[in-house]
């Protein structure tokens, strides 16, 4: 299972031109009966992912859903079909269904398994352009009503309607409702990236602190663009010329100085992204 350290997290590894990349959306550990709902016959959802979360064009091979629960379900929940879609819609509305676009994958019989984890399923290749938004579609009819029940993450999306459900066990598909309960999800994709990445930003300690403990660590958050790794330039020259390790740290966002800071001493650092395309330029020394 992977750690949830931000809201979008991007897993990657290098073949030429092209990277594989998990896209995580959502931190949230509230659960609810979405997208899988094996509590009543039929069930739909649709739920929007921002062009600005997902954060690159590329092909979709597999999406997964985070299933919270721990009870030893293994019964299948009838068939279930997922369909995305590009739409230049940020805010879901409206009273009736919509699209749902492009049928990725119909599976009958999903064995939901002990739960506690990411459900990975692999879809049909889904060519996604990184400019539009992304509506996720799921249908489920047939599913039996079997205890134990699943139940799945979901993070609040505040005041903005970004998912719509519905559930029925007579009516198919069933009449929907808006909702601001929007489940977690990671899309993996295969994108293509031509640029170096993107400058992080800073974590802690903040830009010109004082009274910093000794054993500080120091802290920057992970950048855009498709890193591979972070260059760490730290020292007490201004601006600093010392690279950490000779090379770079590797795809880290932490280092912890060695030996411990001094008093009365101020310290420069600058953090430099890298990928198979060049460094990052511009970043600020702080």
Not at 65 to 75: F, M, T
Not at 146 to 153: D, E, G, K
Not at 217 to 224: D, Q, V
Not at 265 to 277: E, G, H, Q, R, S
Request: proline residues 7%; contains cysteine.
């Amino acid at each position: 299972m992977r750690k949830l350290f931000t809201l979008l997290i991007f897993t990657l590894f290098w073949a030429g031109s092209s990277w594989g990349a998990s896209v995580t959306i959502g931190t949230g550990t509230s659960t609810g009966r979405y997208p899988l709902n094996d509590y009543f016959a039929h069930s739909s959802s649709q739920s929007l992912y921002l062009a600005s979360e997902i954060g690159a064009s590329g092909t979709i091979t597999n999406i997964r859903w985070y299933r919270n629960d721990v009870g030893a379900n293994s019964n299948a929940i009838g068939t279930t079909e997922i369909w995305l879609m590009e739409t230049p819609n940020s805010v879901l509305t409206g009273t009736t269904w919509e699209g749902p676009g492009t049928l990725v994958a119909t599976i009958s019989n999903i064995d939901l398994g002990a739960g506690g984890g990411w459900l990975d399923i692999p879809i049909n290749s889904f060519v996604y352009n990184g400019t539009d938004n992304l509506l996720v579609s799921v249908r489920t009819q047939n599913a039996p009503y079997t205890p134990p029940h699943s139940y799945w993450r979901y993070t609040s999306t505040s005041t903005a309607y970004l998912m719509r459900a519905g559930n029925s066990d007579t009516q198919n598909p069933p009449t929907l409702y808006l909702s601001y309960s929007r489940p977690n999800i990671q899309l993996e994709m295969i994108v293509v990236v031509n640029d170096p990445p993107n400058c992080t930003s800073l974590l802690s300690p903040a830009d010109n602190a004082t009274n910093v403990l000794s054993t500080a660590t120091l802290n920057w958050a992970e950048a855009g663009g498709f890193p591979t790794g972070y260059k760490l330039y730290f020292g007490t020259d201004n601006p600093p010329t010392n690279l950490v390790n000779g090379t770079d740290l590797g795809n880290v966002t932490t280092y912890d100085p060695t030996p411990d800071l001094s008093y009365n001493t101020p310290y420069y650092w600058k953090v430099v992204p890298y990928n198979a395309n060049g460094d990052a330029t511009g970043c600020a020394t702080w």
